[in-house]
């Protein structure tokens, strides 16, 4: 181990401290939402700080953890103090190789992370290629998959109990009249049963008219997810006629929606690390009428791989909107 090499056992105590504080630190610091680098030190000398830092700009000092969040747009130099306190220099770009000459460095920098001893940098293994951080609870990156695997296993056939409710017809050409409640159920359902360490509530107001669809929130952190939910497609009522058509707009204006669900929950939340999907169960088919009652392949999948255009295009322009998803469901074909 290059720490113990460089420094002996009083390296390895201060490597243990360093990533003890890490995990404490990305419960409250989302390394996904920080521009540039992130690096961490805990210097030789406890809480000495290293030469070529003695030209930068006074740090701040952080009393906890919770608060780190609030000057941590990037990039960031934090260093561990001996009484588990915190200096920051915000909007820093550090140098790890000088400044671990004097202190044990972790850096973390788009998706890979390094521990640095002395000049000697190491690549910390990664276990899975989507969470952020070897360090930080799998939040939003364990929402993602979740997200997929509904999709694969609940969605593309309705094998999901209560999303089979939704359909009007066994051939699933048509949603029955106010499907919502039933998309909203069995996705709430589904995410109480695959996330762990988590709240998940239906219909969570966040001070508009319209509560949002499902809010998840992360024990022991300070993460929550806005779950915004739309259907494309046609609908029926009990006599048969078509009820509803929505298309791409409906998804548009749910984008807007969430965006303004997003700034609401910010005005009372600021403290939180918020991040909003919009889910759209997408059940259009091609040339179906109110008589249809069979349809074929290309009707059928005609939308299956049709994404949706936005504008605006939320994802690209925030930090805390996700890129919308979309899970087609399939029809049964004749």
Known sequence: MT???????KGVTLLKRLLVALQNIYRYLDPENVLGSIVVMQSIDDDDVPPILKAAPAPIEVLKPESIGEDASGPLLVQILANGQ????PKYTADCIELSKAAIVYEYKGKVERIFANGQPRTVPRVSAVHASMFAIPCFSSLREAFEHYRVHMVKVSSCKILSNAWFDGNRIFLKAGPEEDMRDS????????????EVRPEQNT??????????????????ALIEIKWLGKSKDLSGAIKV???????????????????????????????GY????????????????????????YYQHRDIEYDPKYHEIREDFERPVRFFMEPRIS
């Open 86 to 89: 915190l200096r920051i220099w």
């Open 278 to 301: 919009l889910v759209v169960f997408d059940a259009r088919r091609w040339r179906t009428q109110a008589a249809s009652t069979s349809i074929d392949r290309s009707n059928g999948l």
């Open 3 to 9: 720490v113990q090499r460089e420094y002996g056992t």
């Open 207 to 224: 001070g508009i008219t319209n509560p949002v669809d499902i809010k998840v929130k992360w024990l022991f952190t300070n993460r929550i």
């Open 187 to 198: 996705l709430h359902q589904f995410l109480v049963s695959s996330l762990r360490g988590v």
């Open 245 to 275: 058509k929505y298309t791409d707009n409906r998804a548009r204006s749910g984008a807007t929606q969430l965006a303004e669900y997003l700034d609401n929950n910010y005005q009372h939340a600021p403290d939180h690390v918020t991040r």
